[in-house]
């Protein structure tokens, strides 16, 4: 099974004028482009923010990605020292 290819930026920018700049109904655009009206109401949440605020949360967003792929690499670790350690003291004892 094939997964969809996100749409552009570009794409859901000009959706998202097309409601909030043009007063188009939630409803028409997403029969018209062929969009979930539940797709059309996020990509309205993210893109009616100014682009300054909205790279802001693009940053956090993969901060916090960075943040909890190093947290699970961390408590790998961790485990597997843990393991070791009762290992080693089972052995030593």
Do not use: C, N
Not at 12 to 33: N, Y
Not at 63 to 91: G, P, S
């Amino acid at each position: 099974m094939q997964s969809k290819q996100p749409y552009p930026e570009e794409f859901k920018i000009e959706a998202v004028k097309q409601i909030t700049e043009r007063g188009h109904r939630v409803a028409d655009v997403s029969a018209r482009i062929g969009v979930s009206q539940h797709s059309l109401y996020k990509w309205i949440k993210v893109y009616s923010a100014p682009a300054a605020e909205r790279q802001a949360q693009v940053s956090q967003a993969e901060e916090l990605r960075r943040l909890k792929a190093e947290l699970r690499r961390v408590t790998e670790e961790r485990d597997i020292l843990k393991k070791a350690a009762a290992y080693f003291a089972k052995q030593s004892g």
